[in-house]
């Protein structure tokens, strides 16, 4: 079965710091993974995803993300931290067929001046 | 585009109740599927239609139920409520080509007392 683990329930950075949040997963087969954001009383907006080829992708706002087959992980990255990144971030993978996507627990992610 | 749309965005109803939530994917989008998010279990996959017909379902009792419409849109009804069912309801859509990218709506806000 799918599982995501995202080991890190918060996370506080300061303002113009390097940020890296953490993501492993358990798939059986090539995964489909995503970093989506959740702002408060939101819904979720897609950072990045990984299909399949360049390991490293590029997302919007600045974030970028790693995939680590030997390691199982998938982990978002960003070199400098604004104040308007404070949200929820949930990595996710996706089956090949169909759209059901299994999340982790989140990370909130804090940002000080 | 307009994107996903979920309608109402807020819900206050009574245990024992029953509600419907309404979801407008995407224009072009033939898949729609539902995710419940709540403080303790997250973010948990629902159900998932195309074109009409439920392609997957995640392990939610059957009072959870949704359809979907010819025109792509679709309802979740849950029927007797129980406090526990309070909840954000995410809805997203999918083009279900290979890229397989959810788009999320905004969510409904149901509160059980």
């Known amino acids: 079965a799918q599982s995501v683990t995202q080991p890190d329930i918060h996370i506080t950075v300061s303002e113009g710091a390097s940020l890296e949040l953490r993501c492993n997963y358990s798939y059986g087969a090539t995964p489909y993974l995503f970093w989506y954001v959740q702002s408060p009383g939101q819904g979720l907006q897609l950072l990045l995803k990984y299909f399949s080829g360049d390991t490293l992708v590029q997302g919007i706002k600045g974030f970028e993300a790693e995939f680590k087959r030997s390691q199982s992980s998938f982990n978002l990255r960003k070199p400098s931290v604004h104040w308007s990144d404070a949200a929820e971030y949930f990595c996710a993978v996706g089956a090949v067929y169909g759209n059901k996507l299994v999340f982790g627990a989140g990370t909130i992610l804090r940002v000080k001046s | 585009k307009a994107g996903v749309t979920q309608t109402p965005r807020y819900l206050i109803k009574t245990r024992g109740q029953q509600v419907t939530l309404s979801c407008s994917p995407i224009?072009?989008?033939?898949?729609v599927s539902w995710y419940q998010q709540t403080p303790g279990q997250g973010l948990q996959f629902l159900f998932e239609?195309?074109?009409?017909?439920?392609?997957n379902k995640g392990n939610f009792p059957g009072r959870f139920s949704g359809r979907q419409f010819s025109n792509s849109r679709s309802e979740m009804n849950v029927s007797t409520l129980e406090l526990g069912d309070s909840a954000l309801y995410l809805c997203a859509s999918s083009s279900d080509d290979r890229v397989n990218i959810q788009y999320f709506g905004a969510g409904t806000r149901l509160s059980v007392l």
């Open positions: 239609y195309f074109s009409e017909t439920q392609r």
């Open positions: 224009s072009g989008h033939r898949s």
